[in-house]
């Protein structure tokens, strides 16, 4: 069965403070894909990233980067320098590719408050 | 103007009525899904559509019908709403034939059925 864990239900932090967001999955497929989705207060969902599985380099997008392991199945996602304009709900997904793409399925995510 | 529309975008209703939720993309995608966001759950699939002629139940079909008008269409019914259909609807669309298949989520329906 494929399962996304987003063992963090909320996290609080003060501004500039770093923080990690960690991501675990699990899936047989060899070749799927994974992605983190941004929920702000407004209630849309953002996308951030979409990782393939063959592709294990980290990523960095500003104050944002993302850190996968295969070997451990995680995919974490981490907020340098956090700002007030980050807190939301953030969602880890994952897509299988020998479904066809068919659906993501979602983490419960994490909900993430910064203050001031 | 957005990419992904949906209508309403708050709906509150009485049980047993029927409600249909509407989704129209400008993106051009193929791939069109409706999924629900219930507090603490995440998102879960309610039905996918590879194109026009082609639509799959998902996790949580059961309550729900689903209709592709046209490729940059696709609506969602409760045939009889019940209470515990509350929840927050998204719209997605992606396209599969650049091999990316990222999804696009609409701004989201919230509805409420009393």
């Known amino acids: 069965a494929q399962k996304v864990t987003q063992a963090q239900t909320e996290i609080s932090v003060v501004e500039k403070e770093d923080v990690t967001l960690d991501c675990v999955y699990e899936?047989?497929?060899?070749?799927?894909?994974l992605f983190w989705y941004k929920q702000p207060p407004s209630g849309e969902l953002v996308f951030l990233i979409r990782?393939?599985?063959?592709?294990?380099q980290n990523e960095i997008s500003g104050r944002y980067s993302w850190n996968f392991q295969k070997s451990t199945s995680s995919f974490n996602f981490t907020i340098t320098a956090s700002q007030v304009v980050d807190s939301a709900v953030y969602f880890c997904?994952?897509?299988?590719?020998?479904?066809?793409?068919?659906?993501?399925?979602f983490g419960k995510g994490t909900t993430l408050s910064v203050s001031s | 103007d957005a990419d992904v529309t949906q209508t309403p975008r708050n709906r509150i209703t009485k049980t047993g009525k029927r409600i249909m939720l509407e989704c129209s993309q400008t993106?051009?995608?193929?791939?069109m899904y409706w999924y629900r966001q219930d507090p603490g759950l995440g998102l879960r699939l309610i039905y996918y559509?590879?194109?026009?002629?082609?639509?799959n139940k998902g996790e949580i079909s059961d309550g729900y019908s689903v209709s592709r008008q046209a490729q940059a269409k696709f609506s969602l019914s409760l045939e009889s709403a019940i209470p515990n259909q509350t929840a927050l609807y998204f719209c997605?669309?992606?396209?599969f034939g650049t091999g990316e298949d990222t999804q696009y989520f609409g701004p989201g329906t919230r509805l409420t059925v009393l």
């Open positions: 993106k051009g995608h193929d791939r």
């Open positions: 559509s590879f194109d026009v002629k082609d639509i």
């Open positions: 899936t047989r497929d060899t070749t799927y894909y």
């Open positions: 990782r393939n599985s063959f592709d294990e």
């Open positions: 997904a994952l897509s299988a590719f020998n479904q066809a793409g068919t659906a993501l399925i």
């Open positions: 997605a669309t992606s396209d």
